[in-house]
């Protein structure tokens, strides 16, 4: 799979995330195909999904793991579903967020 969940965006970028709540531990699981070709990024994250809990957890791992504020992030679509949208609003953070998952997503 050649494609990164990314798409860049005027004021940021919106990234396809396949969430994998209860997991043993927060981790980046890698790049998955979705059943409509298109690709997402696999985060496994330890929290249940009730009452929302997992989408914090994905989007504080997130957060931290790209270097962004929390704030900047926001889950856009898939609020109670495995696959989600999400939004970054830091421009200059699209470049180094598409390295991330390339990288993340080759290595698992």
């Known amino acids: 799979m050649t494609a990164l969940p990314v798409t860049p965006r005027e004021d940021g970028c919106t990234v396809t995330v396949r969430v994998q709540p209860k997991a043993r531990k927060d981790r980046v699981a890698g790049l998955v195909a979705e059943a409509d070709g298109d690709a997402a990024l696999k985060v496994a994250v330890t929290a249940p999904p009730d009452g929302g809990r997992a989408n914090d ?3 504080r791992f997130l ?13 856009i679509r898939g609020q ?3 696959r989600k949208v999400l939004h970054v609003a830091d421009p200059d953070a699209v ?5 991330w998952i390339a990288e ?3 290595g698992g």
């Open 104 to 106: 993340k997503g080759a």
């Open 63 to 75: 957060a931290k793991a790209w270097g962004v504020p929390r704030r900047s992030i926001t889950l």
């Open 95 to 99: 470049e180094g967020i598409r390295a």
């Open 80 to 82: 109670a579903d495995r």
């Open 57 to 59: 957890a994905l989007v």
